[in-house]
């Protein structure tokens, strides 16, 4: 029988395991709360005891939930996190085997990263009216996310004391609160200056933050302030394809890989814990690899 209550108390303390142990971050926390309360849903409608589940009751979920329009990948994360749980029950000696260990994520195709062309993002970060303080700031987080892919967390969670302008490079707190060295180039050197020297006091109104980034209000600029940023910037420049400030991580990956980079540098700057995730932007390398090919083949430039 399911037991409710004995359920939430488990989960509750798996998330504080999360949470202290792992260090996971919050919305990590969040998704895997919301996949575990799912499996409540599923259990306690079965009637099955969360501490008597076999394989076979969790392909028996992972098949209704595919049921409702659950994409491979979202299937492949709730696989992932009844066997991070079942893992954690039977480190706690609850379970004597993880029901979830032997079974296999379902096949899928890999997404191509939606990126923009170079003329896009230079017509992207020239956007911002420079008269304006917002203006001054946007340009600078523009010309700073393409330079160094930060992802939107990291950029409105930048502090002063994770840039270092003489050196070129910042210290950036990643998923999983893991640290990374980033570098930077000169252009958004100059920005980041100038946005210092010019708007961000302004901003500020007489406030105190450590934050590099300030709103309009002298607060920290959020996640969805910097999302209507860019995607404002996006229309007002005409670029046709719904703009994301992660399609500036993407752009900025895919443009290093097409000049030339390795993907394990890319994949350090990027902060990817795998560089299985890292390969995903090889796509763009075709042309190039083709160029070299048959420039440099001995045979490739002869007739048939």
């Given at each position: 029988?399911?037991?409710?209550n ?6 509750n303390?798996?998330?504080?395991f ?5 260090g996971l971050s919050?919305?990590?926390l969040?998704?895997?709360t919301g996949?575990?309360e ?12 969360y ?18 329009g ?17 893992k954690?029950?039977?480190?706690d000696?609850?379970v ?31 956007a ?12 600078a987080?523009?010309e ?7 992802r ?23 998923k ?15 920005e980041?200056?100038?946005?210092l ?5 302004k ?8 934050i ?12 969805q302030?910097l999302?209507?940023?860019v995607?404002?910037?996006?229309v007002?420049?005409?670029?046709s394809?719904t ?10 990956a895919t ?5 030339g980079?390795?993907l ?15 390969e995903?932007?090889?796509f ?11 420039k ?9």
């Amino acid at each position: 029988m399911f037991n409710k209550n004995e359920y939430r108390a488990e989960l509750n303390r798996y998330r504080v395991f999360l949470d202290i142990e792992k260090g996971l971050s919050g919305n990590t926390l969040s998704s895997y709360t919301g996949e575990l309360e799912k499996f409540e849903k599923f259990l306690e409608k079965e009637g099955i005891d969360y501490l008597n589940v076999t394989e076979e009751d969790i392909m028996e979920f992972v098949k209704v939930e595919s049921r409702k329009g659950q994409s491979a990948s979202t299937q492949s994360h709730m696989i992932s996190v009844l066997r991070s749980f079942y893992k954690y029950l039977v480190i706690d000696e609850k379970v004597e085997a993880n029901p979830a260990s032997s079974i296999s994520f379902p096949k899928k195709w890999k997404s191509i990263p939606k990126y923009l062309s170079k003329s896009e993002v230079v017509d992207l970060i020239n956007a911002p009216d420079m008269e304006k303080n917002t203006g001054i700031r946007d340009r600078a987080i523009l010309e700073l996310m393409y330079a160094s892919g930060l992802r939107i967390s990291e950029t409105i969670s930048l502090k002063f004391e994770n840039i270092f302008l003489e050196d070129n490079f910042l210290r950036v707190m990643g998923k999983g609160n893991k640290e990374r060295i980033v570098p930077f180039n000169n252009k958004a050197k100059e920005e980041l200056v100038f946005y210092l020297n010019h708007a961000r006091l302004k901003l500020l109104k007489e406030k105190t933050s450590d934050i590099l980034f300030i709103n309009k209000n002298g607060g920290p600029l959020s996640r969805q302030g910097l999302w209507k940023v860019v995607r404002g910037y996006g229309v007002k420049v005409g670029i046709s394809k719904t703009l994301t400030p992660h399609m500036l991580r993407h752009s900025f990956a895919t443009h290093l890989l097409e000049q030339g980079a390795d993907l394990r540098s890319i994949q350090m700057m990027l902060g990817h814990s795998n560089i299985s995730t890292t390969e995903i932007y090889t796509f763009v390398a075709k042309d190039r690899v083709k160029k070299i090919y048959d420039k440099l083949h001995p045979r490739s430039d002869e007739e048939n």
